[in-house]
Nanobody, 124 residues
Framework: QVQLVESGGGLVQAGGSLRLSCAAS????????MGWFRQAPGKEREFVAA????????TYTNSVKGRFTISRENAKNTVYLQRNSLKPEDAAVYYC?????????????????WGQGTQVTVSS
């Protein structure tokens, strides 16, 4: 069982930056693909970004390309989502996710493990 805990959410002004962190339990963090999803009020959960176990070839949804960066630090069992140039439409609850299979994070969007979420509010 993998437990994920997100942190770093809060209120930020439009155009500003915010970095989210996701701390994972377990001793095999480096073997998991990691991802970030978000859900705004009244909308379906949306894929945001993913990174495989090697840290190469990160994937992003089109709306955040060039603004968001996903990274991981395996020694600390932590994955990050750096968000720059934030827009009001970026406001949502952000969820960290993990799975042994990269395809389940990126393609089928059904990872095995989810965090509880951290709320991000963007003021205009």
């Amino acid at each position: 069982q993998v437990q994920l805990v997100e942190s770093g959410g809060g209120l930020v002004q439009a155009g500003g930056s915010l970095r989210l962190s996701c701390a994972a339990s377990g001793r095999t963090f480096s073997s998991y693909a990691m991802g970030w999803f978000r859900q705004a009020p009244g909308k379906e959960r949306e894929f945001v970004a993913a990174i495989d176990w090697s840290g190469h070839s990160p994937t992003y949804t089109n709306s955040v390309k060039g603004r968001f960066t996903i990274s991981r630090e395996n020694a600390k069992n932590t994955v990050y989502l750096q968000r720059n140039s934030l827009k009001p439409e970026d406001a949502a609850v952000y969820y960290c996710a993990a799975d042994k299979q990269y395809s389940k994070v990126v393609y089928t969007r059904t990872p095995d493990y989810w965090g509880q979420g951290t709320q991000v509010t963007v003021s205009s």
